[in-house]
């Protein structure tokens, strides 16, 4: 049903967000101003996540670009952690890394979003506004208040680290998600970090076409391996399916 394309490019880019000089890796498939699907990493995490390099290279091969950045105060980008750090930030991130990338003549106008964890949230915020035509999510809170706040499981290393009293991670997405379509949710039916009945209230409050898989037993991290292949199989078709039309 799609074409398979098996010679990807990766280019480093940077853009600006509020001052920060943010920093991400473009994978670009051999096809002619392709549509791009753009990561959110998780809160602890960085955008070397191993699930968005195993997406970025199935979507090269359907013939869709894959831009993961590292959001403010993480990996390459500039920023200090717990200072700059809150789901009003994120999506501003967000933002302006859909802004570069429809600057570029060599990508097309038609956008995706992959938000794993806290990266969810922020693409659930960010959706309609970015005019995303197809979303996947892994993980999402819809509110801050259901993460763990003291002791927080990292959603790609299974690291642990402990947050500044000061940090904040008060927010709430339920406006955000009335408008939202074409959306795919994964979410571990034993996630000890996200509650389940998160992902049963996205999927409850947005729009068709939408899909809701449970990984059985699965924790936050998605640790299972049969796991990691059905999320990135999975993802990968449906970003074909929404912006390949």
């Given at each position: 049903?799609?074409?398979?394309?098996?010679?990807?490019?990766?280019?480093?880019?940077?853009?600006?967000?509020?001052?920060?000089?943010?920093?991400?890796?473009?994978?670009?498939?051999?096809?002619?101003?392709?549509?791009?699907?753009?990561?959110?990493?998780?809160?602890?995490?960085?955008?070397?996540?191993?699930?968005?390099?195993?997406?970025?290279?199935?979507?090269?091969?359907?013939?869709?670009?894959?831009?993961?950045?590292?959001?403010?105060?993480?990996?390459?980008?500039?920023?200090?952690?717990?200072?700059?750090?809150?789901?009003?930030?994120?999506?501003?991130?967000?933002?302006?890394?859909?802004?570069?990338?429809?600057?570029?003549?060599?990508?097309?106008?038609?956008?995706?979003?992959?938000?794993?964890?806290?990266?969810?949230?922020?693409?659930?915020?960010?959706?309609?506004?970015?005019a995303a035509e197809a979303v996947v999510i892994y993980a999402a809170p819809v509110r801050g208040g259901n993460i763990q706040r003291v002791r927080i499981q990292d959603d790609a290393d299974g690291e642990m680290a402990s947050l500044p009293d000061t940090f904040s991670l008060q927010f709430d997405v339920t406006e955000?998600?009335?408008?939202?379509?074409?959306?795919?949710?994964?979410?571990?039916?034993?996630?000890?970090?996200?509650?389940?009945?998160?992902?049963?209230?996205?999927?409850?409050?947005?729009?068709?076409?939408?899909?809701?898989?449970?990984?059985?037993?699965?924790?936050?991290?998605?640790?299972?391996?049969?796991?990691?292949?059905?999320?990135?199989?999975?993802?990968?078709?449906?970003?074909?399916?929404?912006?390949?039309?």
């Amino acid at each position: 049903m799609f074409t398979i394309n098996s010679k990807p490019l990766c280019r480093k880019i940077t853009f600006h967000s509020d001052g920060y000089l943010l920093s991400g890796t473009l994978h670009l498939p051999d096809a002619d101003r392709p549509p791009v699907v753009i990561g959110s990493h998780g809160l602890l995490s960085s955008s070397e996540s191993p699930k968005q390099q195993e997406l970025a290279a199935l979507c090269n091969r359907y013939g869709i670009a894959y831009f993961r950045f590292d959001h403010r105060g993480c990996g390459a980008s500039q920023g200090y952690f717990p200072e700059v750090t809150s789901l009003k930030s994120r999506t501003a991130d967000l933002r302006n890394a859909v802004d570069a990338v429809r600057r570029r003549p060599d990508l097309g106008q038609r956008i995706g979003l992959f938000g794993s964890s806290m990266g969810g949230a922020t693409c659930l915020a960010a959706a309609r506004e970015v005019a995303a035509e197809a979303v996947v999510i892994y993980a999402a809170p819809v509110r801050g208040g259901n993460i763990q706040r003291v002791r927080i499981q990292d959603d790609a290393d299974g690291e642990m680290a402990s947050l500044p009293d000061t940090f904040s991670l008060q927010f709430d997405v339920t406006e955000k998600l009335n408008g939202i379509h074409n959306i795919l949710i994964f979410h571990g039916d034993a996630d000890t970090v996200v509650p389940f009945a998160d992902a049963r209230e996205i999927h409850a409050l947005t729009g068709e076409p939408k899909r809701l898989i449970a990984l059985e037993k699965g924790d936050h991290r998605m640790s299972r391996k049969d796991h990691q292949q059905l999320f990135a199989r999975e993802a990968a078709q449906w970003f074909a399916s929404g912006l390949l039309r």
